[in-house]
């Protein structure tokens, strides 16, 4: 699976949209893009995930360069309870989810 | 509903106790993961299963024996296990096993082997 690259950690104030960016230089054209968030001590929870396109869901949107080597997270109207771990996971293989060291994001009042 | 089940939430075990973990999943999925992330590491895949036959063993050491006893539940035996593998384990499960399908995680147990 390709490498991510992600800054270790960002902060963003409670109400802003926060843009989480991640390099994926070396992705090829079959893998996905995942995002996933861990808040302290709990399990993993799926965000989203692209190949191509642009995807928006309840929870965020994610935007994908037109040369697939990089993608931004994007969380509308960030709070308090959005303070977590957020991985980028470029995933090519069928069964495994490679998490690198993800950025920290701490929502500030 | 995206929800997978795990217990127990907590375990202290002895390095001689036998254990098992349980997780569940009612979502009809077919393919079920355990993920083993040590404290302020990324989570590192174990074992997957595949239609209830195990398909992928990372390299774990046999003192982790896994069981898919049917297609919503998966199990960990945990057996003569060192301090060093405390840590949360993680249960995950998808419809599929290919990259475009999601894979949804559980809570975790956190283990901590005395």
């Known amino acids: 699976d390709a490498k991510t690259t992600q800054p270790p950690s960002m902060d963003c104030a409670e109400g802003r949209a926060a843009n989480l960016p991640c390099n994926h230089s070396?992705?090829?054209?079959?893998?996905?893009v995942y995002w996933y968030r861990q808040i302290h001590s709990q399990g993993p929870q799926y965000i989203i995930h692209?190949?191509?396109n642009n995807e928006t869901n309840e929870m965020a949107s994610l935007i994908i360069t037109e040369d697939r080597k990089s993608s931004t997270l994007i969380l509308p109207h960030a709070t308090l309870r959005d303070t977590a771990v957020y991985y980028c996971?470029?995933?090519?293989?069928?069964?495994?989810?490679?998490f690198g060291a993800g950025t920290t994001v701490t929502v500030r009042a | 509903d995206t929800e997978v089940t795990q217990t127990p939430k907590h375990l202290v075990m002895g390095m001689t106790n036998k254990k098992s973990l349980k997780c569940e999943q009612h979502?009809?999925?077919?393919?079920m993961y355990w993920y083993k992330q040590k404290a302020k590491k990324p989570p590192e895949l174990m074992f997957v299963?595949?239609?209830?036959?195990?398909?992928i063993n990372e390299s774990v050491p046999s003192r982790f024996s896994p069981e898919c006893p049917n297609s919503s539940l998966l199990n960990l035996h945990l057996h003569a296990l060192q301090p060093e593998d405390s840590a949360l384990y993680l249960c995950?499960?998808?419809?599929?096993?290919?990259?475009?399908?999601?894979?949804?995680f559980g809570p975790g147990t956190r283990l901590l082997v005395l």
């Open positions: 995950a499960s998808s419809r599929g096993q290919g990259a475009g399908e999601t894979q949804y």
């Open positions: 070396t992705i090829s054209g079959n893998e996905y």
């Open positions: 692209g190949l191509k």
């Open positions: 996971i470029v995933r090519l293989n069928d069964y495994k989810l490679s």
């Open positions: 979502m009809g999925h077919r393919a």
């Open positions: 299963y595949s239609y209830e036959k195990l398909s």
